[in-house]
């Protein structure tokens, strides 16, 4: 059994988060075709700056080992057109990690979260590498989302919906 720790994230995660981001979406990057820029554009919207800018107003957990090593995060946070903390974020788990119950910890986190401000509906923008996990909690694809980058490629995503 793992020993692992949820914990509410802080500032001072904030360089092992990204890391941690970077290193997990990079495959799904790379899998997808896209370019060097295009990947370049999706890193950059996980540098230490933005990470700090998401954490505004807005909940993040991470699972921590017995050496209190950071390996995941999940946020809820509440989208700027939306007045409900209602959207799932940021999650990654690190790879040996992966299939050991610790993505579904902290789900279980952000779940208790959502309840407790009486959330009635989930909404996650996964990627297809996540979009297995997010349908094994319950969410449903709703569409597909393709945002075309600098370049003219198109990275997407599947827009998933909870009801809790």
């Known amino acids: 059994m793992l020993n692992i720790t949820i914990q509410q994230a802080s500032e001072k ?78 999650f990654c788990v690190e790879k040996e990690y992966r299939g050991k119950g610790v993505g579904s ?19 996650v923008k996964a990627s297809f590498f996540a979009e297995p996990i997010y349908i094994h909690w319950g969410f449903k694809k709703i569409k597909i989302i393709s945002k075309k980058y600098s370049d003219g490629h198109l990275h997407r995503t599947v827009w998933m919906e909870k009801v809790i």
């Open 105 to 123: 910890l902290l789900f279980k986190e952000i779940l208790a979260l959502a309840n407790k401000l009486q959330v009635k509906k989930l909404v």
């Open 13 to 90: 995660d904030i360089d092992s988060i990204v890391a941690l981001v970077n290193k997990a979406y990079l495959p799904e990057y790379k899998k997808q075709k896209l370019s060097t820029n295009t990947i370049n554009e999706l890193l950059t919207s996980n540098n230490p700056k933005k990470i700090k800018e998401r954490f505004k107003g807005n909940y993040f957990f991470v699972a921590k080992n017995s050496s209190n090593i950071l390996v995941g995060i999940i946020g809820l946070r509440k989208d700027s057109e939306r007045s409900l903390h209602d959207r799932v974020s940021t």
